[in-house]
T-cell receptor, first 112, second 110 residues
Framework: QQQVKQSPQSLIVQKGGIPIINCAYENTAFDYFPWYQQFPGKGPALLIAIRPDVSEKKEGRFTISFNKSAKQFSLHIMDSQPGDSATYFCAARENSNYQLIWGAGTKLIIKP | NAGVTQTPKFQVLKTGQSMTLQCAQDMNHNSMYWYRQDPGMGLRLIYYSASEGTTDKGEVPNGYNVSRLNKREFSLRLESAAPSQTSVYFC?????????FGQGTRLTVV
């Protein structure tokens, strides 16, 4: 059973646009929501993360928006660049054992 | 500082062959993980080790075995490879707030 649903599966955006990737979860026992970025041929790496007591977090051009009542969170990339082209994974951490539950990933392409 | 190191980077096996994927981390983390990544399916957990001397099954353990040799090393063994095990395999180690991944092993079973 997929506890974290991520959409879309792929996304193509023009340079300068604002790609938005969405995730929804079902388990209320999650206490931490990270996003990971993966470039081709590399392992995923932590990009930005948020806790459920905060509705928004910004780090540079990357913003997480969190809606606790809707059990949804999303990643926005401002002023997107071709170098942002990568696969993005959302995840949720279970507060009982700290295991990460992963979304299926979004392949993002930023066209020059 | 190397972080998480996986070997080999690429491997081609014939059906029925066995092999061991090696993973080592130099960050003194207790928790280590093996994932497989397939197109459209994200990262699926095969096995994990919460601490030295313990291992537990993840979402897709069938056909795999693991060994937590010491705090640094966590290996994944395929006893009898099948084409369904063609995938990219990632090892990771973790602290509470962040997972650190190796560069992956691309395995093809023909």
């Amino acid at each position: 059973q997929q506890q974290v649903k991520q959409s879309p599966q792929s996304l193509i955006v023009q340079k300068g646009g604002i790609p938005i990737i969405n995730c929804a979860y079902e388990n209320t026992a999650f206490d931490y929501f990270p996003w990971y970025q993966q470039f081709p041929g590399k392992g995923p790496a932590l990009l930005i993360a948020i806790r459920p007591d905060v509705s928004e977090k910004k780090e540079g051009r990357f913003t997480i928006s969190f809606n606790k009542s809707a059990k949804q969170f999303s990643l926005h990339i401002m002023d997107s660049q071709p170098g942002d082209s990568a696969t993005y994974f959302c995840a949720a951490r279970e507060n009982s054992n700290y295991q990460l539950i992963w979304g299926a990933g979004t392949k993002l392409i930023i066209k020059p | 500082n190397a972080g998480v190191t996986q070997t080999p980077k690429f491997q081609v096996l014939k059906t029925g062959q066995s092999m061991t994927l090696q993973c080592a981390q130099d960050m003194n983390h207790n928790s280590m993980y093996w994932y497989r990544q397939d197109p459209g399916m994200g990262l699926r957990l095969i096995y994990y080790s919460a601490s030295e001397g313990t291992t537990d099954k993840g979402e897709v353990p069938n056909g795999y075995n693991v060994s937590r040799l010491n705090k640094r090393e966590f290996s994944l063994r395929l006893e009898s490879a099948a084409p369904s095990q063609t995938s990219v395999y990632f090892c990771a180690s973790r602290i509470i707030t962040e997972a650190f991944f190796g560069q992956g092993t691309r395995l093809t079973v023909v």
